[in-house]
């Protein structure tokens, strides 16, 4: 017999966006279970299968609060929304994110946690089941994309000591490889990522799009927010990004990840 708790981890990891492979390595490496005992709990999860069809456009054509400004490039949604949050709202985020840092991991084709030196800073989980504030930034954040809210990650605060940085990388999984496959297995393919800075930063932390020759400096409470995919869902080069060291103070940004498909209604 499965204890309930665990089946609920699960189910909640699984919702947050973990995937599979990682999840069954817990299982297994962490708790104990045979190969056969977590292959029947993970199969036997009340979720939705795969869809037979994902309609990419719906992700092109969303209904974005007219409080957004296109930051206008050729073939790339991406937008800025300035006081997207208030000052309270950063700081208590940012006082939260500092109780909850783990370092950051990288993804790879086992979908296991992976560090590196292509990313040095840290990461909170910000699970709105533990948090009112983080339900509350989750649903103003679908509703300034006009998407459903249960095809979004667990919130993330990536936090950045002076120095730290994460180098040019996409928020998409590559398509026809490994990574895709382990990633992409449950809530498929990235579509939108939602980025909030919670601090001003004097010198260095920018967001870097080199693609698009677009440089973004930390502004608390500006959010800016873009598409990874292209119309039909194949992946959109030009969102390559990198996030530059912070020269002599702490950078904190909110990183929300919205997938094409939910495990449950
Ligand atoms: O911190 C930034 O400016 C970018 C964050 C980022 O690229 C990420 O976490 O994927």
């Not at 500092?98 to 979908?111: A, D, L, Q, W």
């Not at 946690?113 to 910000?126: P, Q």
Request: charged content about 25%; aromatic content about 14%.
């Amino acid at each position: 017999m499965i204890d309930p708790s665990l089946t609920k981890i699960v189910i909640e990891g699984a919702l947050g966006g973990s995937n599979k492979k990682s999840i069954r390595s817990c299982l297994t490496d962490m708790i104990g279970m045979t190969e056969d005992q977590a292959d029947d709990l993970l199969n036997n999860l009340p979720f939705r299968k795969k869809p037979f069809f994902i309609n990419y456009l719906k992700f092109y054509n969303l209904r974005i609060t007219k409080k957004a400004k296109r930051i206008y490039y050729p073939f790339t949604q991406i937008y800025q929304y300035d006081q997207f949050l208030n000052d309270r709202e950063c700081d208590e985020l940012v006082t939260v994110a500092n109780r909850i840092t783990r370092k950051s991991s990288v993804s790879n084709p086992e979908g296991k946690t992976v560090f590196s030196e292509y990313r040095t800073s840290s990461t909170a989980d910000m699970k709105c089941t533990d948090n009112k504030i983080v339900g509350w930034i989750d649903i103003l954040i679908a509703k300034a994309l006009g998407i459903k809210e249960n095809l979004g990650e667990t919130l993330q605060i990536q936090k950045y000591c002076a120095g730290e940085y994460y180098k040019e990388h996409h928020d998409y999984f590559n398509w026809n490889t490994d990574e895709h496959k382990t990633y992409t297995e449950w809530m498929g393919q990235r579509t939108w990522t939602f980025m909030v800075y919670l601090n001003d930063v004097e010198e260095g932390g920018e967001t870097y799009f080199k693609h698009l020759g677009l440089k973004i400096k930390p502004k608390k409470g500006t959010a800016i927010f873009w598409n990874n995919l292209n119309p039909i869902g194949i992946p959109n080069k030009n969102t390559m990004h990198e996030a530059f060291p912070p020269i002599s103070e702490n950078k904190y940004v909110i990183t929300k990840w919205w997938r094409s498909w939910s495990l449950i209604d």
